[in-house]
């Protein structure tokens, strides 16, 4: 079983709608949880960088872990064309800055 | 990006020559983080650095050494480049571990 499995998609949704991805682990050891955004040929933007259960909202995005169920989830509201990118969970422990990345999900937002 | 610049940008280079990839950061952060990126597997952690001099492995260094005499810069070097370092490589730094920011990247082909 890997560390970290991620839908690679690609995900394809009109624009305005509501768009989930999510991400799965095993490693009991992580506590840090992120979500990174990359557009083509860019590097890595941090979106979202949490390290408890629940929810955390930032503008359209909100960022969903649930520590018990060893998923995290990122959820885009009213989904836009600038929203097209490749979004990486990202998961960390301690204090060494080590992170594991999910493959990265594909998504397109349809005008 | 966070005040982060990699040099070269792009590099085309022959299997068994030395190869220095740089990375300057203007935000006097702490860590430093060499990753690369390739399709299937995602970005993984080569080398990174808690410190001036202080340097650890990740999860691929092998064929890849790091030095950081200064703050602001953090070398990656390949010693011998193989076909197999074909990819890119991006430099990543923060002040506190986890919540790392990322620079452009670099991207390197090994003929």
């Known amino acids: 079983q890997k560390e970290v499995e991620q839908d690679p998609g690609p995900l394809s949704v009109p624009e305005g709608a509501i768009v989930s991805l999510n991400c799965t682990y095993s490693?009991?050891?992580?506590?840090?949880f992120m979500w990174y955004r990359q557009y083509s040929r860019k590097g890595p933007e941090l979106l979202m960088y949490?390290?408890?259960?629940g929810n955390k909202e930032d503008g359209r995005f909100t960022a969903q872990v649930d520590k018990s169920s060893k998923y995290i989830s990122l959820f885009i509201r009213d989904s836009q064309p600038s929203d097209s990118a490749t979004y990486l969970c990202?998961?960390?422990?301690?204090?060494?800055?080590?992170?594991?990345f999910g493959q990265g999900t594909t998504l397109q937002v349809k005008p | 990006d966070a005040g982060i610049t990699q040099s070269p940008r792009h590099k085309v280079t022959e299997t068994g020559t030395p190869v220095t990839l740089r990375c300057h950061q203007t935000?006097?952060?702490?860590?430093m983080y060499w990753y690369r990126q390739d399709p299937g597997h995602g970005l993984r952690l080569i080398h990174y650095?808690?410190?001036?001099?202080?340097?650890d492995k990740g999860e691929v260094s092998d064929g890849y050494s790091v030095s950081r005499s200064k703050t602001e810069d953090f070398l990656l070097t390949l010693e011998s480049a193989t076909s197999s370092q074909t990819s890119v490589y991006f430099c990543?730094?923060?002040?506190?571990?986890?919540?790392?920011?990322f620079g452009p990247g670099t991207r390197l082909t090994v003929l």
């Open positions: 990543a730094i923060s002040e506190a571990p986890n919540e790392q920011f």
């Open positions: 490693n009991s050891a992580f506590q840090y």
């Open positions: 949490t390290y408890s259960s």
């Open positions: 990202a998961f960390g422990s301690g204090n060494t800055g080590k992170l594991i």
């Open positions: 935000e006097n952060h702490r860590y």
């Open positions: 650095s808690y410190g001036v001099k202080d340097t």
